[in-house]
């Protein structure tokens, strides 16, 4: 079983983009989609998630979330697979990470206007 690693930067909070992360119907953005049959263990306090099946061979990961400042959070996945095609993994966890913090960033920029009164 090969391991791969990648980080990304992203502009937001580490608490609004480990809530996204964590929420249940965005689980299906990034994890395995065999992920039905398997497992996921949250710890919100570190902001970290782990998932993987229960069968051996399956992939599974770890991603985590570090706070970088006020506005700004580092995303760390981890994955372990059999897959051979290791410039195909890293370019889907590349593409994954890019897309999540994309649609954190736009979830947390939604809900903060909808948070603003006085709109006319």
Sequence with gaps: M???HYTATADLPADE??????DTP?????????????WLRTDAASRQLAW???????????????DRGPAQCEIA???HTDRTDGNQVRAELAQA???LTHQASADAD????DQQAGWV
């Design 97 to 99: 990470v890019a897309a």
């Design 110 to 113: 939604e809900q903060r206007e």
């Design 26 to 38: 965005n689980l299906p953005r990034f994890l395995p989609q065999n992920l039905a049959e398997g």
């Design 77 to 79: 996945i981890t994955l």
């Design 17 to 22: 983009a480990f809530a996204f992360i964590s």
């Design 52 to 66: 993987g099946t229960e069968s051996e061979g399956d992939d599974c990961g770890e991603l985590r979330v570090i």
């Design 2 to 4: 090969e391991t791969f």
